[in-house]
């Protein structure tokens, strides 16, 4: 029994540096046949990306953190309403809540965005008069509450419940004990997980660029976009790339810090 489990251990090793010698035997095979000065030229032209500075970041890079923080805001507001209702001993709260929550999180976000954005204000006046900033917003702001609803649920959830009998103990009403004594426990646990859901909500302002953009509501993607398209350069794809990865590996580095801190805790 024991020999036959190290065989099968030495199967895995050597299918494993199988895939790893295939891999690196690929990677130098398409290292050799590249054209890489033409890549380079289309790639990683210097005098493209130097023409996109500064406003890829003072235009692109504001604007996109701008629909984030805006998204992100709204989001959890109606996660927080919508994660109370869930929880609620009202039954028609509940069902409510249920409801929003599957239904956006069924949905694809690019739907949703082309739902509320183009296809509200077909019928209704009041969205055809909206700029198309507040429709895109609304859109990212209504399915990121969905998703945060469940996450700020659970981290609720998570708090023994002998925190709730102590604070009506002490004379606080159930609104109270929700706010002073569960609450702030559950957001030390779902910090690490909003932060996660802000790093996913800044590479989605991408799909807002659906609806236009004006001149100075151009996020990353669309600029991008409209700069390989001036330039007939794959360039700025790459620069706006950077940008991105500026963004939100150090908020992914912070998420796992965190989530690694609250473990400990």
């Known amino acids: 029994m024991f020999s036959g489990g190290l065989a099968k251990k030495q199967r895995q090793t050597r299918i494993r540096w199988t895939i790893y010698a295939t891999s690196i035997a690929l990677i130098a095979l398409l290292a050799f046949i590249a054209d890489w000065p033409n890549l ?37 507001v109606i996660a927080m309403t919508m994660a109370l209702m869930r929880i609620s001993k009202i039954r028609v709260f509940r069902i409510v809540s249920t409801v929003y929550i599957e239904v956006l999180r069924g949905l694809p976000l690019l739907l949703t965005i082309i739902l509320i954005g183009l296809g509200l204000p077909i019928g209704i006046a009041g969205f055809r008069q909206m700029p198309i900033f507040w429709r895109g917003v609304i859109a ?7 998703y945060m609803a469940e996450t700020i649920r659970a981290g609720i959830e998570s708090v023994p419940p002998g925190q709730n009998e102590a604070g009506r103990s002490l004379g ?25 859901e802000f790093v996913i909500l800044i590479k989605d302002t991408s799909l807002i660029s659906v609806l236009g953009v004006t001149a100075s509501t151009k996020e990353l993607t669309r600029f991008a976009r409209e700069g390989v398209i001036s330039n007939a350069n ?6 706006a ?22 473990g400990r805790v």
């Open 241 to 262: 790339g950077l940008v991105y990865l500026a963004l939100t590996i150090p908020l992914t580095q912070v998420a796992r810090r965190l989530e690694t801190k609250t």
């Open 172 to 196: 606080l009403s159930k609104s109270q004990t929700m706010r002073w004594i569960v609450l702030p426990q559950a957001l030390r646990t779902i910090i690490p997980p909003l932060t996660n």
């Open 40 to 76: 380079q030229k289309t790639l990683a032209n210097p005098d493209v990306a130097a023409s996109l500075f500064p406003d890829i970041i003072l235009l692109a890079a504001r604007n996109t953190l701008i629909f984030t923080a805006v998204g992100f805001t709204g989001g959890f």
């Open 234 to 239: 794959a360039t700025p794809l790459i620069v």
């Open 140 to 146: 990212l702001a209504l399915v990121t509450g969905a």
